[in-house]
C-alpha cells in the first residue's frame, strides 16, 4: 500500500534529521521528516547549551555551509560565553546557555515553513530495500512510504531504556516513547548493532537552591556570535553557577556503589569516558576530594535549573540524599531525576565519508546512531548526510570535507576510518590542522564552499563578500611603511628591542608586544575597519610560522592520500603486517595509504611495511610490464 | 607476483676474510643448491639447520665447502633460505655467487634480505634497519653499536622522551578541551624545565651519531708530510706488516685508502696524500688538488715533520694547508739527534715525537689518534646512533626542541601544544608509536572529564 511518494525520508528529528531534513529540502528534495514525537523536534534532551571546545567550531562550520544550528542558537541565547581566552585563538571556542524550549520551537517553526518538506509523527518500523536499493520505509500504521534515499537519524531512540537505580523502563529520554523494531530491522539488513549508554542529571527547583553558597558565572560582552548572519550580538540574560560536591557526597555515594547499575550490571551499554557519572568519578578518581557541578537555566524563565556535572543513574533515594549533601543544596529539591539511558547504534565503519552505508545504496545515516554523543556533532553529520542523499538522487559527485578543511572531516573521516567503541566527542585534540580550523575563518574555509553545494543563500554570500574585502582593505594597510622612529618609539613604550627595526607594518605586528590595536591607534591604519575584522587579520600575521608548517603537514598528508590501494587486495599475504592489521585493512579495504594511516590497529610499522610493499609490487610492475614491452619488440 | 624468487648475494663482508657466506633465499632455494653441491655423506637428506660437508661447484673449479638449509619460516628472510661456506676471499664467494646466477637466481638489492625479513614479519622496522646495521658492520665496535640498537635500546631511551613530552601534551592538551574541568595549568616554568630535558637527551643522542658515524665507515685519517720525512715508514709502522692491506680499496664516498688499521676495535683509513707542492706539471697539480680534498674530508690529520732538519717553506705550506683541521703534528725520526728550533712549534697543536724505524711512542701516537678522533670522549659500551635515518629524525626533533625552548613565554598555548605533539609525533618516526589516539587515551585516563 504506497500511500506517498518522496525523494527523501528522514527518519528522527533530533539535531541531525533537522539538519538532514532542511539541506534536503533546500537543495530542492521532495523530502519527509519522520518522527515520534514532533515535540521533540531539535530537544535538548541533555544540558541546555550549544558549542563548547571543538563543538564551537563545528556549530560554526554547519553555519558557514549554510545549516541551520547557529541562527537558531543565536535565536535562543541566554548567556554567550568565548572559552579559553588567553589560551590562543585555535583553541577559543563559543558556548551558549539556550532556552531548550525555545530552540525547540523556533526549529519546528523553520521546519514547518519550509518549502519540500513534509513533517509527519509517526514510528518507522521497516526500511524496504530492494537489490540492496533503498525503495521505501514503512511505518507502525502499515503504511508505505516510497522513496529513493532514507537518512536514519534517530539519536538514542533505538531500543532505548531508561535505569535510574532498580527502576528502568524501554523508552526514550524525558519520558518520550522509544523506537522498537527499526534495529531488528537494521540487523536483519546486515548492520552490526552495538550498545552505547549515556546519562543526564536531575533537574532542580531553582526556588530551592542557596544560591550565596555558589559562585557567579557571566556571560562576555562584545563577542561574535554563533551564526555569521547574525549582526548583533543576543544579550546575556542569564547567570549560571558554579559549586562543589564534598566528602559526605562520595561516601554517600560510595555507601551505595552496590546500588549502582554501573557496577551492579544492570548496564551493559558502553559509556563515554569524558563525561562520567558522578558515580564513576568517584570510583575512578577516588583521591579526588571534590568535583565541580554547574548550575543552569533550562529556559529563559530559569526555574528549572540543569546540575552539569551531576549525572547519575543512582536510586532516587540515594540521588536525593547525594544532592542535599552539596552546599547550597541542602533543601534541593529534584523536579526531575538524574538517569542513564542506553541504545542501539551502529558500527560507523559500515559507511562511507558520505555518511551512506558501504553496502545499501540510499541508505544514510547521521548523529548518535553512528555512535556520536552531542548535538553538534548528530547537527554536523545531519548536513553532510543531507547534502549527500541530495548529490546522489541528482547524479552529482559525493562531497567530502577533508580533515585539514574542517573539524566536520575530522569528525567523518574518524568515524569511518577508526570508528568508535564509545560515544565519539569532538575535542579540539582530534584535530592535527587546527590551527586552520578556527571558529573565526569557518565561513572563510567553508561558505564558498557551501556556496557551490547551493545551500548559501545570497545574504548569506553578501554578508561573506563584504568581509573578504575589509580583510583585504586591511592586508593592504599591512604592507606600509611605516616611520622608523615612530616604531621605535613604540617599541620602547611596549617593551620590545628596537634594534634592527623593519618599520613595515605586518613585521612590526609579528613583534610579541604589539597588537594590531596598537598599530591602529599609533599609525591611523585601519580606518572603518571592524573589530572582529582586525582579529582575523592579526591571527593570521601572528600564527604566520605555524600555520605554514600546518600547510607542510598537509601536502605531506595529501601525498599519502594519493597513493591508492588495491580494492581487491588481500593483506593476508603480507606476513609483516600484525595479524590485527592484517584482519582490519581486509575488513574495511582502505582507498589509499593515508586512510590506512588512520584506521586503528593499524600502526606507523604496519604503514612502513605497507609502503615497502607498495613501491616493491609497483617496481615489480613495472619491470613485468618492461618485459613485455621487450617480447612484444 | 613474485616476492619470493630466489635472491643470492655475499653475506659475509666484502673482502678478506677467513671464511666466507654466500646466502640464497627464496622458493626452489634447495633445488637449486643440489645442482651444484655434492655432499661426502651420501645419506644426506639436507635436515633443516644441519651443516653438509660436500663439494662445490664453481664452473672451472670444485671447492669444498659447507651447506645448511634454513626452512621457512624459521629463517632470517623466514623464506627457506641456503647458505655456502666456504673460503674466504673476493674469488670463491663471487664464482658460487655467479653459479647461482647461471643456475636462475638473481642478485640481491642492497637491503633485500633485510626488507623480505621485514615484510615477512621477522623483525620491526627499527630492528631492521639494526640488522642491516649489523650485516654492514665491519668492525668490532661497530657491531657493538649495532647490537645496542637491535635490543632497542635506542627505542627505550625515545620512548622515554616521548613519555615526558606526552604528560605535557597531555596536561595542556586535557586544560585546553575541557575549560570548565578547573584542571590545573602546567606553569611555563614546569614546562621550560621539561623541555631543557628533552633538549639535553636528544643532544646527548645526536652527540653519539658522530661517533657511530666513525664507527661505521672508519676514521679517514689523512697523512701530510713532504717526501723523506717518513710518511711511508710511518704508515707502515701504523699498519704493522701482518695487517697491512695495500691494495687501493676504492671508496664511494672515501679517497685513496692505503691502508686499514684497527685500533680499540675501530677502523682508521688511512689517507695518503702524496705531493703536496707547488709544481706547474698539470698532472701533480691534479693530484694536489685531490690531497687538498683529501685533507678537507679527513677526520683526522697526521701532519708529519721530519725532526732532524730544520723546517723549510713546505712544512710551513703544509702546516697552512692544515690549519684548522682536526690535527696532530708528528715528529718523526726520534731515533735521531733532533733539531731545537722544531720546539717552537708547539702551540695548541698536539705534538708528538715518535720514530716509524724504530716505533718508539707509536703506540702513544695511536692513542692520540684515537683521542683526536673521539674528541676524547668516546662511549663505550652504550647506545650509539649509527643509522643516519635515526640520525636525520633526531636533528629535526633537536631544532623543534630548541625553538621550543627558546619561543618560550611568547608562544601561544595552543601553538606550543601543538608544536610539543609535533616533536613528539617526530620522535614516533624512530620508536613507530606516532597515533594521536595514543595521546586521547592517555588524556582521559589522567583526568576526570566530563559534564
Given at each position: 500500500?504506497?500511500?506517498?511518494?518522496?525523494?527523501?525520508?528522514?527518519?528522527?528529528?533530533?539535531h541531525?534529521?533537522?539538519?538532514?531534513?532542511?539541506?534536503?529540502a533546500?537543495?530542492?528534495?521532495?523530502?519527509?521528516?519522520a518522527?515520534?514525537?514532533l515535540?521533540?523536534i531539535?530537544?535538548?534532551?541533555c544540558?541546555?547549551s550549544?558549542?563548547?571546545?571543538?563543538?564551537?567550531?563545528?556549530?560554526?562550520?554547519?553555519?558557514?555551509l549554510?545549516?541551520e544550528?547557529?541562527?537558531?542558537?543565536?535565536?535562543n541565547i541566554?548567556?554567550?560565553r568565548?572559552?579559553?581566552?588567553?589560551k590562543?585563538?585555535?583553541?577559543?571556542?563559543?558556548?551558549?546557555?539556550?532556552?531548550?524550549?525555545?530552540?525547540?520551537?523556533?526549529?519546528?517553526?523553520?521546519l514547518?515553513?519550509q518549502?519540500?518538506?513534509?513533517?509527519?509523527?509517526?514510528?518507522?518500523?521497516?526500511?524496504?530495500v530492494?537489490?540492496?536499493k533503498?525503495?521505501?520505509v514503512?511505518?507502525s500504521?502499515?503504511?508505505e512510504?516510497?522513496?529513493?534515499a532514507?537518512?536514519?537519524?534517530t539519536?538514542?531512540?533505538?531500543?532505548?531504556?531508561?535505569?535510574?537505580?532498580?527502576?528502568?523502563?524501554?523508552?526514550?529520554?524525558?519520558?518520550?516513547?522509544?523506537?522498537?523494531?527499526?534495529s531488528?530491522?537494521?540487523?536483519?539488513?546486515?548492520?552490526?548493532?552495538?550498545r552505547?549508554k549515556?546519562?543526564?542529571?536531575a533537574?532542580?527547583?531553582?526556588?530551592?537552591?542557596?544560591?550565596?553558597k555558589?559562585?557567579?558565572?557571566?556571560?562576555?560582552?562584545?563577542?561574535?556570535?554563533?551564526?555569521?548572519?547574525?549582526?548583533?550580538?543576543?544579550?546575556?540574560?542569564?547567570?549560571?553557577?558554579?559549586?562543589?560536591?564534598n566528602?559526605?557526597?562520595?561516601?554517600?555515594?560510595?555507601?551505595?556503589?552496590h546500588?549502582?547499575?554501573?557496577?551492579?550490571g544492570m548496564i551493559?551499554?558502553?559509556g563515554?569516558?569524558y563525561c562520567p557519572?558522578?558515580?564513576?568519578?568517584?570510583?575512578?578518581?577516588?583521591?579526588?576530594?571534590?568535583?565541580q557541578?554547574?548550575?543552569?537555566?533550562?529556559?529563559k524563565?530559569?526555574?528549572?535549573?540543569?546540575?552539569?556535572?551531576?549525572?547519575?543513574?543512582?536510586?532516587?533515594?540515594v540521588q536525593?540524599?547525594?544532592?542535599?549533601?552539596?552546599?547550597?543544596?541542602?533543601?534541593?529539591?529534584?523536579?526531575?531525576?538524574?538517569y542513564?539511558?542506553?541504545?542501539?547504534?551502529i558500527?560507523?565503519?559500515?559507511?562511507?565519508?558520505t555518511l551512506?552505508?558501504?553496502?545499501?545504496?540510499?541508505?544514510f545515516?547521521?548523529?548518535?546512531?553512528?555512535?556520536?554523543?552531542?548535538?553538534?556533532?548528530?547537527?554536523?553529520?545531519?548536513l553532510?548526510?543531507?547534502?549527500?542523499?541530495?548529490?546522489?538522487?541528482?547524479?552529482?559527485?559525493?562531497?567530502?570535507?577533508?580533515r585539514?578543511?574542517?573539524?566536520?572531516?575530522?569528525?567523518i573521516?574518524d568515524?569511518?576510518?577508526k570508528?568508535?567503541?564509545?560515544?565519539?566527542?569532538?575535542?579540539?585534540?582530534r584535530?592535527?590542522?587546527?590551527?586552520?580550523?578556527r571558529?573565526?575563518?569557518?565561513?572563510?574555509?567553508l561558505t564558498?564552499?557551501?556556496?557551490?553545494?547551493?545551500?548559501?543563500?545570497?545574504?548569506?554570500?553578501?554578508?561573506?563578500?563584504?568581509?573578504?574585502?575589509?580583510?583585504?582593505?586591511?592586508?593592504k594597510?599591512?604592507?606600509?611603511?611605516?616611520s622608523?622612529?615612530?616604531?621605535?618609539?613604540?617599541?620602547?613604550?611596549k617593551?620590545?628591542?628596537?634594534q634592527s627595526i623593519?618599520?613595515?607594518?605586518?613585521e612590526?605586528?609579528?613583534?610579541?608586544?604589539?597588537?594590531?590595536?596598537?598599530?591602529?591607534?599609533?599609525?591611523?591604519?585601519?580606518?572603518?575597519?571592524p573589530e572582529?575584522i582586525?582579529?582575523?587579520?592579526?591571527?593570521e600575521?601572528?600564527?604566520?610560522?605555524?600555520?605554514k608548517?600546518?600547510?607542510m603537514?598537509i601536502?605531506?598528508m595529501?601525498?599519502n592520500?594519493?597513493?591508492?590501494?588495491?580494492?581487491?587486495?588481500?593483506y593476508?599475504?603480507i606476513?609483516?603486517?600484525?595479524?590485527?592489521?592484517?584482519?582490519?585493512?581486509?575488513?574495511?579495504?582502505?582507498?589509499s595509504?593515508?586512510?590506512?594511516?588512520?584506521?586503528?590497529?593499524?600502526?606507523?610499522?604496519?604503514?612502513?611495511v605497507?609502503t615497502?610493499?607498495?613501491?616493491?609490487?609497483n617496481?615489480?610492475?613495472?619491470?613485468?610490464?618492461?618485459?613485455?614491452?621487450?617480447?612484444?619488440? | 607476483?613474485?616476492?619470493?624468487?630466489l635472491?643470492?648475494?655475499?653475506a659475509?663482508?666484502?673482502?678478506?676474510?677467513?671464511?666466507?657466506?654466500?646466502?640464497?633465499?627464496?622458493e626452489?632455494c634447495?633445488?637449486?643448491?643440489?645442482?651444484?653441491?655434492?655432499?661426502?655423506?651420501?645419506?644426506?637428506d639436507?635436515?633443516p639447520?644441519?651443516?653438509?660437508?660436500?663439494?662445490?661447484?664453481?664452473?672451472?673449479?670444485?671447492?669444498k665447502?659447507?651447506?645448511?638449509f634454513?626452512?621457512s619460516?624459521?629463517?632470517?628472510?623466514?623464506?627457506?633460505?641456503v647458505?655456502?661456506?666456504?673460503?674466504?676471499?673476493i674469488?670463491?664467494?663471487q664464482?658460487?655467487v655467479?653459479?647461482?646466477?647461471t643456475k636462475?637466481?638473481?642478485?640481491?638489492e642492497p637491503g633485500?634480505?633485510?626488507?623480505?625479513a621485514?615484510?615477512?614479519?621477522?623483525?620491526?622496522?627499527?630492528?631492521a634497519?639494526?640488522?642491516a646495521d649489523l650485516?654492514n658492520a665491519?668492525?668490532?665496535?661497530?657491531m657493538?653499536?649495532?647490537?645496542?640498537?637491535?635490543?632497542g635500546?635506542?627505542?627505550?631511551?625515545?620512548?622515554?622522551?616521548?613519555?615526558?613530552?606526552?604528560?605535557?601534551?597531555?596536561?595542556?592538551?586535557?586544560?585546553m578541551?575541557?575549560?570548565?574541568?578547573h584542571?590545573?595549568?602546567?606553569?611555563?616554568?614546569e614546562?621550560?624545565?621539561?623541555?631543557?630535558?628533552?633538549?639535553?637527551q636528544?643532544?646527548?643522542l645526536?652527540?653519539?651519531?658522530?661517533?657511530g658515524?666513525?664507527?661505521?665507515?672508519?676514521?679517514?685519517?689523512a697523512?701530510v708530510?713532504?717526501?723523506?720525512?717518513?710518511?711511508?715508514?710511518?704508515l707502515?709502522r701504523?699498519?704493522?706488516?701482518e695487517q697491512?692491506?695495500?691494495?687501493?680499496?676504492?671508496?664511494?664516498t672515501?679517497?685513496?685508502?692505503?691502508?686499514?688499521?684497527?685500533?680499540?676495535g675501530?677502523?682508521f683509513?688511512?689517507?695518503d696524500?702524496?705531493?703536496?707542492?707547488e709544481?706547474?706539471?698539470?698532472?701533480?697539480?691534479?693530484?694536489?688538488?685531490?690531497?687538498?680534498q683529501t685533507?678537507?674530508?679527513?677526520?683526522?690529520?697526521?701532519?708529519?715533520?721530519?725532526?732532524?732538519r730544520q723546517?723549510?717553506?713546505?712544512?710551513e705550506?703544509?702546516?697552512c694547508?692544515?690549519?684548522?683541521k682536526?690535527?696532530?703534528?708528528?715528529l718523526?725520526?726520534?731515533?735521531?739527534?733532533?733539531?731545537?728550533?722544531?720546539?717552537?712549534?708547539?702551540?695548541?697543536?698536539?705534538?708528538?715525537?715518535?720514530?716509524?724505524?724504530?716505533?718508539?711512542?707509536?703506540?702513544?701516537?695511536?692513542?692520540?689518534l684515537?683521542d683526536?678522533?673521539f674528541?676524547?670522549n668516546?662511549?663505550?659500551?652504550?647506545?650509539?646512533?649509527?643509522n643516519?635515518?635515526?640520525?636525520?629524525?633526531?636533528?629535526?626533533?633537536s631544532?623543534?626542541a630548541?625553538?621550543?625552548?627558546?619561543?618560550?613565554?611568547?608562544?601561544?598555548?595552543?601553538?606550543?601544544?601543538?608544536?610539543?605533539q609535533?616533536l613528539?609525533?617526530?620522535?614516533?618516526?624512530i620508536?613507530?608509536?606516532?597515533?594521536?589516539?595514543?595521546?586521547?587515551?592517555?588524556?582521559?585516563?589522567k583526568?576526570?572529564?566530563?559534564?
Open positions: 500500500m504506497i500511500k506517498e511518494e518522496f525523494d527523501v525520508v528522514v527518519v528522527g528529528s533530533g541531525a534529521g533537522c539538519e538532514a531534513s532542511l539541506a534536503l533546500r537543495l530542492g528534495n521532495k523530502t519527509m521528516l518522527t515520534l514525537n515535540d521533540s531539535a530537544f535538548l534532551a544540558n541546555p550549544i558549542g563548547g571546545t571543538a563543538k564551537g567550531q563545528l556549530a560554526s562550520e554547519i553555519d558557514a549554510g545549516g544550528m547557529g541562527i537558531n542558537t543565536d535565536k541566554l548567556q554567550l568565548m572559552l579559553n581566552t588567553g590562543g585563538v585555535a583553541v577559543q571556542s563559543l558556548r551558549a546557555q539556550v532556552d531548550k524550549h525555545g530552540y525547540h520551537f523556533s526549529m519546528k517553526e523553520t514547518e515553513k518549502k519540500n518538506l513534509t513533517i509527519r509523527q509517526c514510528e518507522i518500523v521497516e526500511i524496504l530492494k537489490n540492496n533503498v525503495v521505501g514503512k511505518n500504521f502499515g503504511e512510504i516510497s522513496c529513493r532514507v537518512v536514519l537519524a539519536g538514542v531512540y533505538m531500543e532505548s531504556r531508561v535505569i535510574i537505580g532498580e527502576w528502568t523502563k524501554d523508552q526514550g529520554p524525558n519520558g518520550f516513547v522509544n523506537s522498537k523494531g527499526l531488528k530491522n537494521l540487523q536483519k539488513l546486515g548492520f552490526e548493532i552495538f552505547f549515556t546519562g543526564t542529571p533537574r532542580v527547583l531553582k526556588d530551592s537552591i542557596d544560591f550565596d555558589f559562585e557567579e558565572q557571566n556571560g562576555d560582552e562584545n563577542i561574535q556570535s554563533f551564526s555569521f548572519l547574525t549582526k548583533k550580538q543576543p544579550k546575556n540574560i542569564c547567570k549560571c553557577y558554579l559549586g562543589y560536591t566528602e559526605k557526597t562520595h561516601e554517600i555515594i560510595r555507601n551505595n556503589l546500588r549502582a547499575p554501573m557496577f551492579s551493559k551499554g558502553v563515554p569516558r557519572s558522578i558515580e564513576d568519578k568517584v570510583v575512578r578518581f577516588a583521591d579526588r576530594p571534590r568535583h557541578i554547574f548550575l543552569e537555566p533550562e529556559d524563565t530559569g526555574s528549572e535549573i540543569y546540575v552539569q556535572g551531576f549525572s547519575s543513574s543512582m536510586p532516587v533515594d536525593e540524599k547525594m544532592y542535599r549533601s552539596v552546599e547550597g543544596f541542602e533543601n534541593v529539591q529534584l523536579l526531575r531525576n538524574a542513564a539511558i542506553e541504545y542501539d547504534c558500527n560507523s565503519l559500515e559507511l562511507l565519508p551512506e552505508s558501504k553496502r545499501i545504496s540510499g541508505m545515516f547521521a548523529g548518535q546512531i553512528n555512535g556520536t554523543s552531542g548535538y553538534e556533532e548528530a547537527g554536523a553529520q545531519g553532510i548526510a543531507g547534502i549527500n542523499a541530495s548529490r546522489k538522487l541528482n547524479n552529482q559527485e559525493p562531497f567530502i570535507l577533508g585539514d578543511e574542517a573539524y566536520i572531516g575530522v569528525l573521516d568515524l569511518v576510518t570508528g568508535t567503541n564509545e560515544p565519539y566527542r569532538m575535542m579540539t585534540s584535530a592535527e590542522y587546527r590551527l586552520l580550523l571558529q573565526d575563518n569557518a565561513d572563510i574555509r564558498p564552499i557551501g556556496r557551490k553545494l547551493g545551500l548559501v543563500t545570497d545574504e548569506r554570500y553578501k554578508i561573506f563578500e563584504k568581509k573578504l574585502k575589509l580583510i583585504s582593505k586591511a592586508q594597510d599591512l604592507d606600509k611603511m611605516l622608523a622612529s615612530e616604531v621605535r618609539k613604540l617599541y620602547e613604550q617593551g620590545e628591542s628596537s623593519n618599520p613595515l607594518a605586518r612590526v605586528l609579528k613583534r610579541t608586544n604589539i597588537s594590531i590595536f596598537d598599530l591602529k591607534e599609533h599609525f591611523n591604519l585601519f580606518k572603518n575597519i572582529n582586525l582579529n582575523y587579520v592579526q591571527t600575521v601572528k600564527y604566520s610560522g605555524y600555520l608548517r600546518q600547510q603537514l601536502a605531506q595529501r601525498k592520500e594519493q597513493i591508492k590501494l588495491p580494492a581487491d587486495f588481500d593476508s599475504q606476513k609483516g603486517l600484525r595479524i590485527e592489521a592484517q584482519q582490519k585493512l581486509n575488513k574495511f579495504k582502505p582507498l595509504l593515508g586512510q590506512a594511516s588512520r584506521i586503528s590497529g593499524v600502526s606507523p610499522a604496519d604503514i612502513a605497507l615497502v610493499y607498495i613501491s616493491m609490487k617496481k615489480q610492475d613495472k619491470l613485468k610490464n618492461g618485459d613485455k614491452n621487450v617480447r612484444e619488440k | 607476483m613474485s616476492e619470493n624468487d635472491i643470492v648475494a655475499i659475509t663482508p666484502y673482502g678478506k676474510s677467513g671464511v666466507g657466506i654466500v646466502r640464497l633465499s627464496g626452489g634447495l633445488t637449486l643448491a643440489k645442482k651444484m653441491f655434492r655432499p661426502f655423506d651420501k645419506k644426506c639436507f635436515t639447520n644441519k651443516m653438509y660437508l660436500g663439494e662445490i661447484d664453481l664452473g672451472d673449479v670444485k671447492d665447502g659447507f651447506v645448511v634454513f626452512q619460516p624459521h629463517s632470517f628472510t623466514g623464506e627457506d633460505i647458505e655456502f661456506q666456504c673460503h674466504g676471499g674469488m670463491v664467494t664464482k658460487i655467479d653459479m647461482c646466477l636462475g637466481a638473481r642478485m640481491a633485500e634480505f633485510s626488507k623480505r621485514f615484510l615477512n614479519g621477522k623483525m620491526s622496522l627499527d630492528e634497519e639494526g640488522v650485516i665491519e668492525s668490532e665496535s661497530e657493538r653499536c649495532s647490537t645496542a640498537l637491535a635490543r635500546e635506542l627505542n627505550k631511551t625515545v620512548t622515554d622522551i616521548q613519555d615526558k613530552l606526552s604528560d605535557i601534551v597531555c596536561e595542556m592538551q586535557a586544560y578541551d575541557y575549560p570548565e574541568e584542571i590545573e595549568e602546567k606553569t611555563r616554568s614546562i621550560k624545565a621539561i623541555l631543557e630535558e628533552i633538549c639535553q636528544i643532544d646527548n645526536l652527540a653519539t651519531s658522530k661517533q658515524k666513525l664507527c661505521k665507515f672508519g676514521v679517514d685519517v697523512i708530510g713532504k717526501t723523506n720525512a717518513g710518511k711511508s715508514s710511518l707502515n701504523l699498519l704493522g706488516t697491512a692491506i695495500v691494495t687501493d680499496i676504492e671508496g664511494t672515501r679517497d685513496v685508502v692505503s691502508g686499514v688499521m684497527e685500533y680499540n675501530v677502523k683509513n688511512l689517507l696524500t702524496a705531493g703536496l707542492r709544481t706547474k706539471d698539470i698532472i701533480e697539480n691534479i693530484g694536489i688538488d685531490k690531497s687538498k685533507i678537507e674530508q679527513s677526520d683526522v690529520v697526521l701532519l708529519v715533520i721530519d725532526r732532524t723546517m723549510d717553506k713546505q712544512d705550506e703544509n702546516l694547508l692544515t690549519q684548522g682536526n690535527r696532530i703534528i708528528v718523526n725520526k726520534s731515533d735521531q739527534k733532533n733539531c731545537a728550533t722544531l720546539d717552537k712549534l708547539i702551540g695548541k697543536d698536539k705534538v708528538i715525537s715518535v720514530s716509524a724505524k724504530t716505533g718508539e711512542n707509536i703506540d702513544q701516537l695511536k692513542k692520540e684515537f683526536k678522533a674528541d676524547g668516546f662511549v663505550n659500551n652504550s647506545l650509539v646512533i649509527t643516519s635515518r635515526h640520525e636525520q629524525v633526531l636533528r629535526e626533533a631544532e623543534i630548541h625553538k621550543l625552548l627558546s619561543s618560550g613565554d611568547d608562544l601561544f598555548f595552543d601553538c606550543l601544544t601543538l608544536e610539543s609535533y613528539w609525533e617526530k620522535l614516533g618516526e620508536t613507530g608509536v606516532s597515533a594521536n589516539d595514543v595521546l586521547i587515551s592517555k588524556i582521559f585516563s583526568f576526570c572529564l566530563g559534564k
